[in-house]
Nanobody, 124 residues
Framework: QVQLQESGPGLVKPWETLSLTCTVSGDSTPFYYWAWIRQPPGKDLEWMGVISYTGSTYYNPSLKFRTSIARDTSKNQFTLQLLSVTPEDTGVYYC??????????????????WGQGTQVTVSS
């Protein structure tokens, strides 16, 4: 099983780009799908997107034009970039790993691992 740890700035100004990193450790098996999921305050979890072990990406249609997920296999990391953030992007951001492709689902038990989450606040 892999262990995941999110990192990035806790505070981002409106209209800037949010960049988060998820560092992977543990299981060296390369055949994972790496996802980003977030939870705004008082709202449900929202699936943002996923990148496969081949580099293919799938995004939430509502975030597609602002979201980019990439991976750096040499560093055992994958990243999230969210463009032009607004206060509505405030929330806890999680990275997650699965051995099968999951598109849209946020149920924890479907994933093999979750990070602890990192709080992101968008404010001037």
């Amino acid at each position: 099983q892999v262990q995941l740890q999110e990192s990035g700035p806790g505070l981002v100004k409106p209209w800037e780009t949010l960049s988060l990193t998820c560092t992977v450790s543990g299981d060296s098996t390369p055949f994972y799908y790496w996802a980003w999921i977030r939870q705004p305050p008082g709202k449900d979890l929202e699936w943002m997107g996923v990148i496969s072990y081949t580099g293919s990406t799938y995004y939430n249609p509502s975030l597609k034009f602002r979201t980019s997920i990439a991976r750096d296999t040499s560093k055992n990391q994958f990243t999230l970039q969210l463009l032009s953030v607004t206060p509505e992007d405030t929330g806890v951001y999680y990275c997650a790993a699965s051995k099968t492709l999951i598109r849209g689902a946020t149920t924890r038990k479907l994933y093999d691992s979750w990070g602890q989450g990192t709080q992101v606040t968008v404010s001037s």
